[in-house]
């Protein structure tokens, strides 16, 4: 079982909807991430938080809105996403930002 | 940015064999790490490399740092179905604050 736990685990959403993605880790790691994953290709990083601040953005559009409530909690907020947002969308935490990753299982999000 | 190329892309082979795959760069890294993700689930953390040369075993796998900071490979002994996944291999630079560059990943299918 991983330590990293991600709801839900599927989503469909239409165009107009809003919706959160959650993820949550209780390992006292101090660094939370989010990837996009498409199908047979490797994770691509959206947004670092390092001690509950969001330190990286790889200029992702701001459909995507991440938020760190916490040190053990980090949410992705969607809005008006596009069909090609379709993706599996993975959350990861570390020690510390130089440390090795720890992967949720995703959430599977279709966007229709 | 720095890139990984991870070879071979995919790789066919019956239970029992042994499997090697690698990963290389143009730019250093102060950490490898070798990834193995199967269907529906996310990158599981096999291996983590932190000295240049080190030659680090995990059960049937075994990964080397190589000398020049550039490259690494993983090795699988006498490989059973459920090693079935994608493995990633990924770099991490100390000052890249949580950045790890990840290869495209081989895909490996074993028949019993």
């Known amino acids: 079982d991983t330590e990293v736990t991600q709801t839900p685990k599927h989503l469909v959403m239409g165009m107009t909807n809003k919706k959160s993605l959650k993820c949550e880790q209780h390992m006292g790691h101090r660094a939370m991430y989010w990837y996009k994953q498409k199908a047979k290709k490797p994770p691509e990083l959206m947004f670092v938080y390092s001690y509950e601040k969001l330190s990286i953005n790889e200029s992702v559009p701001s459909r995507f809105s991440p938020e760190c409530p916490n040190s053990s909690l980090l949410n992705l907020h969607l809005h008006a996403l596009q069909p090609e947002d379709s993706a599996l969308y993975l959350c990861?935490?570390?020690?510390?930002?130089?440390?090795?990753?720890?992967f949720g299982n995703g959430t599977r999000l279709t966007v229709t | 940015g720095q890139q990984l190329n991870q070879s071979p892309q995919s790789m066919f082979i019956q239970e029992g064999e042994d499997v090697s795959m690698n990963c290389t760069s143009s730019?250093?890294?102060?950490?490898w790490l070798w990834y193995k993700q199967e269907p529906g689930e996310g990158p599981v953390l096999l291996i983590a490399?932190?000295?240049?040369?080190e030659l680090t075993s995990n059960g049937r796998l075994t990964a080397q740092f190589g000398i020049t900071r550039k490259d690494s490979f993983l090795n699988i002994s006498a490989s059973i179905p459920s090693d079935v996944g994608i493995y990633f291999c990924a770099g991490l630079y100390n000052t890249n604050a949580g950045k790890s560059t990840f290869g495209d990943g081989t895909t490996l299918t074993v028949k019993p």
């Open positions: 990861a935490s570390s020690q510390d930002s130089d440390s090795p990753l720890h």
């Open positions: 730019s250093i890294f102060n950490t």
């Open positions: 490399l932190y000295k240049a040369g």
